[in-house]
């Protein structure tokens, strides 16, 4: 039976498409994460070669999608050491480690190994990043393209999908702010309106990567690089309006027309998706009708938001 591991599952991305596969397959799927490791999981520091190498070895995947990274781009800014580490190193030894299993790798990348100056861009276009996350991400994708021709790199921008807590996207990350600006006498919360992002829902992401799976299942793998996007145009001033409208709520919202992070971060990377939508890949759910099941899923669970 064809077999997958998911590296990184108990992460945002991770349990989407385990989720995805679970439901959707009948290929036995093994799950990792690090300090959020379920039931179902087994834990496995990607950073530690000896521990890739020894679960590869025992697990012999058919294939391996690997979600686990450092995301966070002002993390990465502060210690891009570490972010390496997690970014850069572990993509190669797990690369390294699937070569001579001839074990197919799905790597994720990001939007951000462009600089967002001449959108959209092709997977074939000259990647510029502007900051650490950006960089370490884009060696990570050369890191694994060098050690292995039967691997694939899927970039992605700004994702969103079912949270166990608002921080964990940054989409979601907004609501707390949409929030407390409707409560009467609130100041107005201060959204970037400079960026365009393209807010893409983790569900689709993996029912993109379940077909991406069946093809390397049928001899048929995917390799290089690829890139998947929603192809709805928001900054996050116009997220945060749709998070209100879904929320129910008369949020005072000001519109930052000047980049206010830390971080140097792409204006608008809009990554072109057509080499997956020429073989007929992918999926796209309407963001109005995404975030509303995700708000209400998360308002089930906790009572915590409106
Ligand atoms: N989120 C976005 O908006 C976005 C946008 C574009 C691309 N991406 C890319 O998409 C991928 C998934 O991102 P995400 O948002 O799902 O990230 P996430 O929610 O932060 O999840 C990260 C995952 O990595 C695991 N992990 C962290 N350190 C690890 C280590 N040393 N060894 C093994 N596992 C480790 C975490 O496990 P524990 O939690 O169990 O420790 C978790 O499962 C990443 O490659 C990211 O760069 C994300």
Not at 63 to 80: F, G, S, T
Not at 102 to 122: C, E, H, K, M, N
Request: some cysteine; glycine content about 8%; hydrophobic content about 45%.
């Amino acid at each position: 039976m064809f077999k997958v591991a998911v590296i990184g599952a108990s992460g945002l991305l991770g349990r989407a498409i385990v989720r995805e596969l679970v439901s959707e397959t009948d290929w036995q799927v093994v799950q990792t994460g690090l300090r959020h490791v379920g039931p179902q999981q087994v834990a496995l520091d990607v950073r530690d070669e000896a521990a890739v190498d020894a679960f590869v070895a025992r697990e012999a995947p058919d294939a391996i999608v690997l979600a686990a990274a450092e995301r966070r781009p002002d993390v990465c800014e502060n210690d891009p050491a570490a972010a390496r580490a997690l970014n850069v190193d572990a993509v190669r030894s797990i690369a390294r480690a699937a070569r001579p299993r001839g074990a197919w790798v799905l790597s994720i990348s990001t939007d951000y190994v462009f600089d967002g100056t001449q959108p959209p861009y092709r997977d074939g276009d000259t990647p510029n990043p502007l900051n650490a996350y950006g960089r370490s991400k884009l060696e990570g994708e050369r890191a694994l393209l060098e050690a292995s021709s039967h691997a694939l790199v899927l970039r992605l921008p700004l994702l969103y999908g079912p949270v166990v807590d608002w921080q964990e996207s940054a989409v979601t990350s907004l609501v707390p702010a949409v929030l407390a600006s409707s409560q009467p006498d609130a100041p107005a919360a201060a959204m970037d309106a400079w960026a365009t992002r393209y807010p893409t829902f983790t569900p689709d992401v993996a029912f993109a990567i379940r077909e991406l799976l069946m093809r390397c299942a049928d001899g048929h793998a995917v390799c290089g690089i690829a890139q998947w996007s929603g192809d709805e145009p928001m900054t996050k001033y116009q997220i945060a309006q749709r998070l209100a409208r879904a929320l129910g709520v008369n949020a005072r919202l000001l519109a930052q027309t000047r980049p206010a992070d830390a971080t140097p971060r792409p204006r608008d990377c809009h990554l072109d998706s057509s080499r997956l939508e020429g073989l007929g890949i992918g999926r796209r759910t309407p963001f109005d009708a995404a975030i509303g099941a995700v708000l209400g899923g998360f308002e089930a669970r906790s009572g915590t938001a409106a």
